[in-house]
């Protein structure tokens, strides 16, 4: 038998995908079962964007494109950054990438390895500390408290950093809280880092048009001290209900772009034609859809955090932005994958247990109301049952 190398021993993976399949075959086998375990949205691509990636094929669009991306692509995104954040991003440090996901991987390869350490949100995207690890690095969980609103703390991150960090990753909006970091706390932590400036900071900022009650998102593009060790993440998945289209982009700061660029010759080669011109129309089409996709989230959420505070021995305070309600659910007495798993196979209801994204969402659940409100309605209506009639493990 062929032995892999040790590193893949250290790889870990996302749970969503687990929790996807498991309630795939349950409802082949005939069950009911409600999806609030996947962080999709629900919401067709818009025509337009279909409309566009059809006709490049049929324009012929059909080979290899540059690793980095079509020019008119990165400047789409580079003018879509100018106009909602105000600032300047030249098409040369833009990157175009098949998903959010390939950024964190270069971003964290780059920066990875033994005897460094990398600090990242937990509660977070798992495969944040999956790659950390993977490059041998020491993952260090930056704690993501409820009794702050689930934003970062400035001074706790800060206070994590020491003469081997070499990254950090932030993330807001942030999966999997809702979570939304104000802008005061962003401008403490970047003048902080000014103390730090061998630390580059890889900012994940995928749900960043998803925000509610009035919230801003503030882009650490918007902050020109950190710009030169700066790398931005985002994409088409969440804005654009683009998930299986697999389209993302990032900026770079020169000394890194030609790595990142290396590593798409070595890897992936480009992302396919047809999709990029679709992410052209996205960006440069009308924007009234994602407004109303937005605002249907919003209606959702109301819904959800209602719905949550009424069930016995949950609370969950309201989140700020993306797709994803996390509630408290110690009052219950269960573990929280043990209670996820029990709700899938007994009430037909699929969340996520806290645990699956870090240490410190033990006594959590994720449910994402990326789904309509009828069936998040009858996921609450079955909770509420299941935790009326079943006491703890």
């Known amino acids: 038998m062929p032995h892999l190398v040790p590193a893949f021993s250290r790889i870990g993976e996302e749970n969503a995908f687990a929790v996807l399949a498991r309630a795939t075959e349950l409802s082949a086998q005939g069950r009911d079962i409600v999806n609030l375990g996947i962080g999709q949205p629900d919401f067709p691509t818009p025509p337009h964007i279909v409309e566009a990636a059809v006709k490049a094929l049929k324009d012929g669009h059909h080979g290899y ?26 098409p040369e440090s833009v990157m175009i990438v098949p998903g959010g996901k390939v950024t964190m991987f270069m971003a964290i390869l780059m920066f990875g390895e033994p005897g460094i350490e990398i600090l990242y949100p937990d509660p977070g995207f798992p495969i944040y500390r999956s790659m950390i690890e993977f490059t041998g690095a020491t993952p260090v969980p930056v704690p993501i408290r409820e009794a702050n609103g689930f934003a970062f ?58 925000t509610y009650d009035g919230e801003t998102h503030v882009s650490l593009l918007q902050y020109p001290e950190i710009r030169d060790r700066l790398v931005f993440l985002d994409g088409a998945s969440k804005t654009y209900a683009m998930t299986g289209w697999r389209l993302g982009w990032s900026v770079w700061p020169k000394p890194l772009y030609d790595a990142a660029r290396k590593l798409a010759v070595n890897s992936y080669s480009c992302v396919n034609a047809a999709t990029q011109w679709a992410g052209i129309a ?15 989230f919003d209606r959702r959420r109301k819904v959800v955090v209602e719905g949550l505070n009424a069930l016995p021995g949950i609370s969950c305070i309201t989140p700020k932005g993306a797709f994803y309600a996390f509630p408290n659910i110690v009052g219950t007495g269960w573990k929280a994958k043990a209670l996820a798993a ?26 994402s109301y990326a789904n309509s409100t009828e069936n998040i309605r009858r996921a609450l209506d079955r909770m509420r049952e299941f935790l009326t009639k079943r006491r703890a493990a």
Not at 159 to 188: C, F, M, Q, W
Not at 282 to 296: I, K, N, S, T
Not at 355 to 365: A, H, I, N, S, T
């Open 65 to 90: 494109t540059p690793a980095t991306g079509i020019l008119p692509l990165r400047e789409a995104v580079a003018a879509d950054l100018h106009r909602r954040f105000q600032v300047e991003v030249s």
């Open 282 to 296: 996205a960006l440069e089409g009308p924007q009234d859809c994602v407004a109303q996709m937005v605002a249907e």
């Open 342 to 367: 029990a709700l899938l196979e007994e009430a037909g209801v699929a969340t996520i247990g806290g645990p699956d994204f870090g240490v410190y969402g033990e006594g959590y659940l994720r449910l």
């Open 153 to 210: 703390s400035a001074e706790e991150t800060l206070s994590l950093i020491t003469p081997r960090t070499r990254l950090l990753i932030l993330n807001s909006p942030a999966n999997p809280t809702g979570g939304v970091t104000p802008k005061a706390e962003i401008d403490r932590l970047v003048a902080g880092l000014a103390r730090h400036p061998e630390v580059a900071v890889l900012s994940d900022e995928i749900y960043g048009t998803m």
